[in-house]
């Protein structure tokens, strides 16, 4: 008896332990031009179990790395950030480092980042895992 509730313990306790970790890659344009640098950030929505996985984007490419933690058949929505100067100086919070920093801004529009609706659903391991998002604005 003892053994039968180890072994059922271990069958609740890896459920879901079988889902496929998957590796998306895939471009990022703002308005037409491949994001230089910035950040892209995968979070679990709709019942979707896990963590969130982020990675960088250079020259508007991006690759999650192999162990992030997105899983097959996932929902995750979408976060794409990026920062430039602003062309103002403050303080440094560093006491080693210079006495004044650039400040910088985040030009990516919220509606791509802290206020998106951009999603997508994790493809199986046996599909192309490419997420291409081509984002566009024009300030009114």
């Known amino acids: ?11 609740v306790l890896c459920s879901g332990c079988s889902r496929t970790e ?4 895939g471009s990022v344009t703002f308005n037409g031009a491949p994001l230089e640098n910035g950040s892209i950030e995968f979070v679990p929505i709709d019942g979707t179990r896990g963590g969130s996985a982020s ?8 690759t999650c ?3 992030s933690g997105l899983v097959e058949g996932g929902r995750y929505l979408v976060r794409i950030t990026a920062m430039k100067k ?11 480092g210079p006495r004044m920093v650039d400040v910088m801004e985040n030009f990516i529009p919220t ?28 300030k009114k």
Do not use: C, H
Request: proline share 8%; net charge negative; no cysteine.
């Open 86 to 96: 602003t062309g103002k100086k403050a303080p440094s919070p560093m006491r080693d």
């Open 1 to 11: 008896m003892a053994g039968a509730k180890l072994v059922l313990l271990g069958v």
């Open 111 to 138: 509606i791509f980042n802290s206020d998106s609706t951009l999603t997508v659903v994790i493809a199986t391991e046996q599909t192309n895992n490419t997420y291409d998002f081509p984002l566009e604005f024009q």
């Open 22 to 25: 998957i590796q998306p890659t």
């Open 55 to 62: 990675t960088e984007i250079t020259a508007g490419r991006y």
């Open 65 to 67: 790395p192999q162990n």
